[in-house]
């Protein structure tokens, strides 16, 4: 009972289409995040979250819409999705207060 | 200042030595340090952590060393295993539960 799943797992988009990433959590907790990851950078924060109707710009936001409709979900948008975006996504919960994030499965994204 | 750097893209041990991944980072205001392994095709689990007040956490066969005054930590796996190749990525909490992570160590344990 995976506890933070991801839909897609993958997905292939094309230059200036839109791409919504989804993310579920069933921990009950009042954060959420997501990231990116590309070879030799890591992962890097894009948006959080620290409840639903919140959200908030990390690091990396340039070209990223988030949503946070309820505790549950947190969803990632690409208004205008750029071969640069091309990535794997984390989407990840957490409690804020211990700061431990558990992370789901990775969305493959390509954008030809 | 927001950096954390992991020492080795790349790191081979044999089986039953112990391997040692580092990491470094910049802000003193950094207060809690997890590791995260990562295999392929999976997202990162968190595998062990330890804040800023510990100089040593422990847990089975996984110790972090942590050395405040030289910005530094360093991740022991003891008896290394062929299951524990895999990803390695250590972070850095910079505000409420946002963390940055390094560019993460690639460890391959040989038979």
């Known amino acids: 009972e995976a506890a933070v799943t991801q839909s897609p797992r993958n997905k292939v988009a094309v230059t200036g289409g839109k791409v919504t990433l989804s993310c579920n959590q069933t921990n009950n907790h009042n954060n959420m995040y997501w990231y990116r990851q590309d070879t030799g950078h890591g992962l890097r924060l894009i948006h959080y979250s620290y409840g639903a109707g919140s959200t908030e710009k990390g690091d990396i936001p340039d070209g990223y819409k988030a949503s946070r409709p309820s505790q549950e979900n947190f969803s990632l948008i690409l208004e205008l999705a750029t071969p640069s975006q091309t990535s794997v996504y984390f989407c990840?919960?957490?409690?804020?207060?211990?700061?431990?994030?558990?992370f789901g499965p990775g969305t493959r994204l390509t954008v030809l | 200042q927001q950096q954390v750097r992991q020492s080795s893209q790349s790191l081979t041990v044999w089986e039953g030595e112990t391997a040692i991944l580092n990491c470094s980072y910049e802000n003193s205001a950094f207060d809690y340090f997890p590791w995260y392994q990562q295999f392929p095709g999976e997202g990162p689990a968190l595998l062990i952590a330890i804040r800023s007040v510990s100089d040593k956490k422990e847990d089975g066969r996984f110790t972090i060393f942590f050395n405040k005054r030289e910005k530094n930590l360093s991740l022991h796996i003891k008896d290394s295993q062929p299951g524990d190749s895999a990803t390695y990525f250590c972070?850095?909490?910079?505000?409420?539960?946002?963390?940055?992570f390094g560019q993460g160590t690639k460890l391959s344990i040989k038979p």
């Open positions: 990840a919960s957490g409690t804020g207060g211990v700061y431990e994030q558990y």
């Open positions: 972070a850095a909490n910079y505000n409420q539960g946002k963390l940055i």
